[in-house]
T-cell receptor, first 110, second 113 residues
Framework: GENVEQHPSTLSVQEGDSAVIKCTYS??????FPWYKQELGKGPQLIID???NVGEKKDQRIAVTLNKTAKHFSLHITETQPEDSAVYFC?????????WGAGTKLIIKP | EAQVTQNPRYLITVTGKKLTVTCSQN?????MSWYRQDPGLGLRQIYY???????DKGDVPEGYKVSRKEKRNFPLILESPSPNQTSLYFC????????????FGSGTRLTVV
């Protein structure tokens, strides 16, 4: 079955710098890759997603890239701000079922 | 406001005492799902339901039961809770046939002593 690996488990960056979180997947049939942000005490919220027929997608300060050949996708956050501090999850979808990465705790240092 | 509502938010119980965590959504979604979240393991699916009276096991169904008698409600039942079920639980719903649009509840932190 599908397996999603996410790295790093914790990422600490200076406010204003960029942050990159990487995920790899195993099932080449996966065709949809969402990213969720989980703030303390809340459930995950979708922040950006990408389909397998697209290589890159941007939404203001966040972007996601997908390399189907290598089976990896990444979340890029530029000009990080304190409100970006959260746990981020990647996921891959096979037959409408989400397979989740283990999560990355992003810490923004002032 | 479109939302998924879980209750209770926090629960401490003793081993073997049956409990139910309720989940309700107001978006008329047909698909609903339960996850548990444990440190270092991410989100693991317990059960899901494609529609009323249709439920299926996820990755970690042992020790849990669910029911889907109405579209809006999807309760999670622990008949005989054990300490290894201490976890953070999330209910989620989405539009069927769609990869996206998952809406999560705020979570239920369960401690079994």
């Amino acid at each position: 079955g599908e397996n999603v690996e996410q790295h790093p488990s914790t990422l600490s960056v200076q406010e204003g710098d960029s942050a990159v979180i990487k995920c790899t997947y195993s099932d080449s049939a996966s065709n949809y890759f969402p990213w969720y942000k989980q703030e303390l005490g809340k459930g995950p919220q979708l922040i950006i997603d990408i389909r397998s027929n697209v290589g890159e997608k941007k939404d203001q300060r966040i972007a996601v890239t997908l390399n189907k050949t290598a089976k990896h996708f990444s979340l890029h956050i530029t000009e990080t701000q304190p409100e970006d501090s959260a746990v981020y999850f990647c996921a891959a979808t096979v037959n409408y079922q989400l397979i989740w990465g283990a999560g990355t705790k992003l810490i923004i240092k002032p | 406001e479109a939302q998924v509502t879980q209750n209770p938010r926090y629960l401490i119980t003793v081993t073997g005492k049956k409990l139910t965590v309720t989940c309700s959504q107001n978006m008329n979604h047909e698909y609903m799902s339960w996850y548990r979240q444990d440190p270092g393991l991410g989100l693991r699916q317990i059960y899901y339901s494609m529609n009323v009276e249709v439920t299926d096991k996820g990755d970690v169904p042992e020790g849990y039961k669910v029911s889907r008698k109405e579209k809006r409600n999807f309760p999670l039942i622990l008949e005989s809770p054990s300490p290894n079920q201490t976890s953070l639980y999330f209910c989620a719903s989405r539009t069927p046939g769609s990869n996206y649009g998952y809406t999560f509840g705020s979570g239920t932190r369960l401690t079994v002593v």
